[in-house]
């Protein structure tokens, strides 16, 4: 079992930045891949980005060079720098951790993320 928080959601204008921290706790031995997918009202959930255990990246083309994510294994946290935000960001943001090879993932319960002017 692994267990997942997420923190840093708020409300913020256009063009504006948040930090988003998911900190990881369990049986996180077995975890070799960690993301943060996003999901708007009335949309399909979509993955933002993963990271894995080596420091390899993927973003969804939508974020490129405006997200950034990262991971601190010291502190077992994966963070998504978000900067230039739309408001079609605008979505409940989830941090998922597992093991790609077995397709065995978990979950956080989600922040919010408002971008409004």
């Known amino acids: 079992q692994v267990q997942l928080v997420e923190s840093g959601g708020g409300l913020v204008q256009p063009g504006g930045s948040l930090r988003l921290s998911c900190v990881a706790s369990g049986n996180i031995f077995m975890v070799n891949v960690m993301g943060w997918y996003r999901q708007a009202p009335g949309k399909q959930r979509e993955l933002v980005a993963t990271?894995?255990?080596?420091?390899?990246?993927n973003y969804a083309t939508s974020v490129k060079g405006r997200f950034t994510i990262s991971k601190d294994n010291a502190k077992n946290t994966v963070y998504l720098q978000m900067n230039s935000l739309k408001p079609e960001d605008t979505a409940v943001y989830s941090c998922?951790?597992?093991?790609?090879?077995?397709?065995?993932?978990?979950w956080g319960q989600g922040t919010q993320v408002t971008v409004s002017s």
């Open positions: 990271i894995t255990n080596g420091g390899s990246t």
């Open positions: 998922n951790a597992g093991r790609s090879t077995i397709s065995m993932y978990f």
